[in-house]
């Protein structure tokens, strides 16, 4: 089945600094949503993104869609201790309703 | 906004019980999920609906039954629960056609003794 491959695993960072974190598949995907899951809670939805080449921001949030269909980056400008959880990639292709899920993305922010 | 909630925010069970986990949303969404996330797997799913009294096997689904007598509802059943089963359970929901976006739920963290 289709896997992605989200990294970096964790990544551990002074207040202020920017993010950058990518999932990459060996599969098409028509559909890249990024999610963030705060400690003890479930995952929100940030950015969804439904065509390749798409740039999409959400405040501090940037997210794109790869031109090849196979990856997605997710960027975070200047970053806050708030930032504080795990970031999950997911991809849909076109059959079925289910999500393919990266492993995530821990961040970590020092202030 | 798009509410899911779950029964339980924390579970504590004995090896062999029969344990219920419960999931409403009201969205009116088709699909309903069940994912169990364990740290260094992500997020594993278990069971899918897309409709009342219909289901469908995941990627882990032994174990663990589902049931959806109504379309806002849907449970997780362990039959006999096992320590290997203490995970943190999400429930989720999404539309059957359009954006595909699925809407968490708050989690349970079942720990299973």
């Known amino acids: 089945g289709q896997q992605l491959n989200q990294s970096p695993q964790s990544m551990f960072i002074q207040e202020g600094e920017d993010v950058s974190m990518n999932c990459t598949s060996s599969s098409i995907f028509n559909t890249w949503l990024w999610y963030k899951q705060d400690p003890g809670e479930g995952p929100v939805l940030l950015i969804a993104?439904?065509?390749?080449?798409e740039l999409t921001s959400n405040g501090r949030l940037t997210a794109q869609f790869g031109i090849t269909r196979k990856d997605s980056f997710l960027n975070i400008s200047a970053s806050i201790p708030s930032d504080v959880g795990i970031y999950f990639c997911?991809?849909?292709?076109?059959?079925?309703?289910?999500?393919?899920f990266g492993g995530g993305t821990r961040l970590m922010v020092k202030p | 906004d798009v509410k899911v909630t779950q029964s339980s925010r924390y579970l504590v069970k004995r090896t062999g019980e029969k344990v219920f986990l419960e999931c409403v949303q009201d969205?009116?969404?088709?699909?309903m999920f069940w994912y169990r996330q364990d740290p260094g797997l992500g997020l594993r799913l278990i069971y899918f609906s897309y409709d009342v009294k219909m289901k469908e096997k995941g990627d882990i689904p032994e174990g663990y039954s589902v049931s959806r007598e109504k379309k806002e509802r849907f449970s997780l059943i362990l039959e006999s629960a096992s320590t290997n089963q203490t995970s943190m359970y999400l429930c989720?929901?999404?539309?059957?056609?359009?954006?595909?976006?699925?809407?968490f739920g708050p989690g349970t963290r079942l720990t299973v003794t």
């Open positions: 989720a929901s999404s539309f059957y056609t359009g954006t595909y976006e699925q809407y």
């Open positions: 993104l439904y065509k390749a080449g």
């Open positions: 997911a991809g849909h292709v076109r059959a079925g309703n289910m999500l393919t």
């Open positions: 969205m009116d969404h088709e699909n």
